[in-house]
């Protein structure tokens, strides 16, 4: 018997358990190992119902991802086709069982919704995740779930692609039973009892839930406008609308067939390549070097921090929600009050969107250790992390350094969650600048994904290990970079907002702007975002970073004028736009003839911009940043580059990220464009070497810009 798929009898109940670690997927081999155990199981009279479950920590996870790499960039035989092995566990004459724990989610679920029956564990989760790879359900997923779980819950667990928890499925037909305490014996004494049936549910051959043309018409519609709004661009939620309605119109061989054709319609796309792309660039960031595997990460359970300002208080928020221990101060006990006040007033709205309990809310608050500045340095031997979370002050950040590791016990990682300034200037402050890391959070903090983990020049490995596995621990995308201005994402990020801003200068607005960049697919415009932030941040950090020093540069007319009036964004309901409604932009008249008024006097000429050169502009920018970024060794992976952008700074998955994005259009191309920027506006559009070198040989930045680990001391 394959070492895949292990079996075991309980009395009359065979139990199988499929055994392909670390998920459990629907990988080579397992299929066909768990088809022959069914084979066997039917032909020995002794089994009276069989049970399938996974080993280890879930259950089947899903199908081989890499099968479906592979059947992305051209061969379409690898795309796994588990047709034959569904049909062989529904049309088995001994009932199936599936015991699910942990996740089914794509080919899992497909998987156990071949089964004759379900019962799954009390914290387990169910889903048909394939649109957040570009993708379709390919195995039966859409013909399936609307028979179990009915036309409208199938629509939408497939738009959404979000998983659903073990009691909504139960509620939705799709699971028959929770378990109890001990998953296996549940589903060994369920199997026992529906085992005497004289027949067993067979779900192809359900349509009691699929409904008639004119009750789906409306759920179909509406799914189509959901899919628009929350998926925006994006092709494979509309087929999976189109995989189930053909499930509602079509015998269930004929709609596995539609079904199958949309899947191939997708994997053939841009949108799942990118996808994809972005999927194993994720693992690949998060995933520890060879040469530090062998290291084994300090625990962190405790962490102080330091600024209960917007970002310290959504640090805590996101610590808490991980289960650690926090203790939080500020510069005044009126500080530390307003950063409790904050976090309630942000739990109190999650609990009204029904997204925690009131009893989760206060075992949180209850981890969060409101500290007076006096009291701090008795409390902060305590911590196993410190995190300094004050504003974008070197002088300020090098002051509270030198406090925290006064008071910081040995051992204890020090850390600063500045998005621009130096670590090592910081770490200089400290007798102990091996300890010193940088965290950059991205607002808000206890809900956004990315964290850049900065190396310093003197960052021992033993705590780059450990902030990766901190990132871990409280749910954080960790993405290594190195010591240098911005980091990566705000490195990028600066010539990306000043082209915009000169777009602005040239003749077009910041409405037009903002749209373009939408169309594109950003999942916000570039004022916008200046206006979310604060207007007065980037100042700060334009200052501090010494922009725009040499006289000869082209600088941005419009932001200090702005900042100077008094128009900081949304804080105080004027910015690039106005704000008569709270975060609703409005196109402000005043803002601009201010711009026309000052490109005027600088001599700038008003032109027509079209949106393919705002989209170009900014765009490319970033590309031609990031090629630099790589050059410089701040990013050690063109995918590094792209995680940061799809999961901090709202560039669409769909395509990949910046990088990826050039690659597709062609670095030939990208390159061409640039050179006739760098030819029209000067030095600032000067190619990156790495872009030429990469361009004129035919390479990609996905095949070959690899230039070690970010923040290398060799650098």
Known sequence: MSELVRTHRDGDVLVVEIDNPPVNALGPGVPEALAAVLDAADRDDGVAAIVVRGAGRTFVAGADIATLEDAAWGDEAAAADLHDLLRRVEQCRTPVVMAIHGTALGGGLELAMAGHYRVADAAAQVG????????????????????????????????????????????AGIVDEIAGEDLTASAVAFARRVAARSSHPLTSERAERLGDPETNAPLLAAARAQAEKIRRHQVAPLKAVDAIEAATRLPFEAGCRRERELFFECVRGEQAKALIHVFFAERAASKLPEDMAHLTPAEIRTIAIVGGGTMGSGIAMACANAGLDVILTDATGDAVAAGEAAIRTNYDATVAR?????????????????????????????????????????????????????AARPG?????????????????????????????????????????????????????????????????????????????????MFPYMYETQ?????????????????????????????????????????????????????????????????????????????YDEPRKPTPDPEVEALIRSLATDAGIAARTISDEEIVDRAILALVNEGARALEAGVAARASDIDVIYVNGYGFPGWRGGPLFYADRRGLG???????????????????????????????????????????????
């Open 502 to 578: 000169f777009l602005v200068e040239d003749g077009a607005t910041p409405a037009q702007v903002d749209r373009a960049l939408a169309g594109f697919g950003m999942a916000m415009g570039v004022f916008a975002v200046d206006d979310m932030a604060g207007l007065d941040v980037g100042a700060r950090v334009r200052k501090a970073l010494g922009h725009f020093s040499d006289p000869r540069e082209r600088r941005p007319l419009v932001h200090e004028r702005l900042v100077a009036m008094g128009r900081l964004g949304q804080k105080r309901g004027a910015g690039w736009y106005r």
């Open 128 to 171: 048909q995740p394939e649109v957040n790879l570009g993708i379709v359900p390919g195995a039966e997923g859409t013909q399936r779930l609307p028979r179990l779980a009915g036309v409208a819950k199938a629509l939408d667990m497939c738009v959404s692609g979000r998983p659903v928890t073990a009691q909504d499925a139960l509620a």
């Open 669 to 715: 191309e990208v390159l061409a464009r640039i050179r006739a920027f760098h030819r029209e506006h000067g030095e600032r559009w000067r190619p990156a070497p790495l872009l030429v070198e990469l361009a004129e040989r035919g390479g990609t930045f996905r095949g070959g810009a690899l230039h070690g680990r970010a923040g290398a001391r060799s650098r």
């Open 354 to 406: 029904g997204r925690l309990t009131p009893d989760a809310v206060a075992d949180r608050l209850a981890r969060i250790h409101l500290t007076p500045p006096a009291a701090f340095p008795a409390r902060a031997v305590e911590a196993d992390l410190v995190i300094e979370a004050v504003f974008e002050d070197l002088a300020l950040k090098q002051r509270v350094f030198r406090e925290i590791d006064a």
């Open 412 to 492: 204890c990682i020090l850390a600063t969650n500045t998005s621009t300034l130096d670590i090592d200037a910081i770490a200089s402050a400290t007798s102990r600048p091996e300890a010193v890391i940088g965290l950059h959070f991205f607002s808000p903090a206890a809900v956004m994904r990315l964290l850049e983990i900065v190396r310093g020049s003197r960052t021992d490995l033993d705590v780059l290990v450990a902030a990766l596995a901190f990132a871990k621990r409280v749910r954080k995308l960790g993405v290594v970079v190195g010591n240098g201005p911005g980091f990566v994402g705000n490195r990028l």
